[in-house]
Each structure stands twice: as structure tokens, then as C-alpha cells.
């Protein structure tokens, strides 16, 4: 089983619509959580930090929630630009910084 | 561009060759990563460097496979006798110590090996 689980999709969403992408992590030890983006053939870019109290950041909200390990990114209005694979990612604590990814959720937003 | 970059961008080499990538980090940033990324999946961690320290090794770093970072600014990560299963897009990151969510690490285009 993967240390971070995510549902691969692809979702396949219209322009406007609200998508919800869902991650599960295994490791209780996990202290930093996080949302990257990563284009076709491009570079992952961090889109947010997720925290327990939630985070908003426009159209999109991320939540948290430790006790049943779980992360969660909302898209409202979805746009076609927002079309990409979204990695969850969690680090843990301690000494180690590397990053977990999940395998990632491709979205594609259709005009 | 003041942003990670990373040379070459694509290698084709044949099975059993060496080949040896380049990541030279944002200028201020004192932590430098290694990840493997292969199709439809996401990144693996494979190393970290705190300035020229190596911290941190993946089990996926196998003896073929060596990172460095003399001066604590560019890092080269060398695979020796190529195997195909080595082909994957390898992605260098850095980061300034800060901890936390706050510690952002900044990704480069990476460097995609084939292996024939």
C-alpha cells in the first residue's frame, strides 16, 4: 500500500463545474500536507499548504483532517487553465524533509 | 531566470553507459533534492543535501547510483551501467530552511533519461 493515496482519475469536469479531489496518507507521523500542480511534461508547483483549520485560497479550499488521515482540495468555477495533475504530498516530521507524493489525480476541465 | 534549473534537459544513452545530470539550485537556497518521476506516477525521493552535507538517501539510490554537491551549490547525480528501468524524468529541488509549511521547495524542468 502507498504511503499516500490518491484516486489517478481522470476526472473530466465542464467549465464552471465544482470538483473535489480527496487523498489519504498512511503514516500518522505526517506534520506538513500539501498540494502541488504539475502540468504535462512540466515541473510539480506547490498550489497550496494545507492546514487543520482549512485554507482558502480563491477558487480553491483545501482541508485537513488528522483523525482519519485525510486531505481534500476543492476547485469552484472550474476554468480550462485549471486542467493539470494535482499530487497530494505530506511530509514528515523530524529530521527527514523529503516530500511523499500520491500518484495524482488528472483533471480535465472540457469547454 | 532566477528559478532551479537543470542540464541536460533530455539524455538518450544506451544500456551500460554512465550518465551524470546537473541541478544548479535558486541562489540562496541552502537544501537541494533529488526525485525520480516515472509515467503516471508521482515523484520518488531518491536524496537531500544540507549545503554540501548528503542527509538523507532513498533505498531507491542503489550503489549505481551516486549524488553530489561539493561546494554546497550545484549538485551532480551520476548513474553508472544504465539499466532501462532507469528511465524516468529526474527532478531536482531546493529550499531555504524554514520548516514547516513554510519551507517551500521549488522544483527545476528536470532531466528526462531514456535508456535503450
Known amino acids: 500500500r502507498k504511503e499516500v493515496e490518491q484516486d489517478p482519475g481522470p476526472f473530466n469536469v465542464p467549465e464552471g463545474a465544482t470538483v473535489a479531489f480527496n487523498c489519504t496518507y498512511s503514516n500518522s507521523a505526517s506534520q506538513s500536507f500539501f498540494w502541488y500542480r504539475q502540468d504535462c511534461r512540466k515541473e510539480p508547483k506547490l498550489l497550496m499548504s494545507v492546514y487543520s483549520s482549512g485554507n482558502e485560497d480563491g477558487r480553491f479550499t483545501a482541508q485537513l483532517n488528522r483523525a482519519s488521515q485525510y486531505i481534500s482540495l476543492l476547485i469552484r468555477d472550474s476554468k480550462l487553465s485549471d486542467s493539470a495533475t494535482y499530487l497530494c504530498?505530506?511530509?514528515?516530521?523530524?529530521?527527514?524533509?523529503?516530500?511523499?507524493f500520491g500518484t495524482g489525480t488528472l483533471l480535465a476541465v472540457q469547454p | 531566470d532566477t528559478g532551479v534549473s537543470q542540464d541536460p534537459r533530455h539524455k538518450i544513452t544506451k544500456r551500460g553507459q554512465n550518465v551524470t545530470f546537473r541541478c544548479d539550485p535558486i541562489?540562496?537556497?541552502?537544501?537541494l533534492y533529488w526525485y525520480r518521476q516515472t509515467l503516471g506516477q508521482g515523484p520518488e525521493f531518491l536524496t537531500y543535501f544540507q549545503n554540501e552535507a548528503q542527509l538523507e538517501k532513498s533505498r531507491l539510490l542503489s550503489d549505481r547510483f551516486s549524488a553530489e554537491r561539493p561546494k554546497g551549490s550545484f549538485s551532480t547525480l551520476e548513474i553508472q551501467r544504465t539499466e532501462q528501468g532507469d528511465s524516468a524524468m529526474y527532478l531536482c529541488a531546493s529550499s531555504r530552511i524554514a520548516g514547516g509549511p513554510r519551507e517551500e521547495q521549488f522544483f527545476g524542468p528536470g532531466t528526462r533519461l531514456t535508456v535503450l
Open positions: 541562489s540562496e537556497h541552502n537544501r
Open positions: 504530498v505530506v511530509k514528515r516530521g523530524g529530521a527527514t524533509n523529503k516530500l511523499i
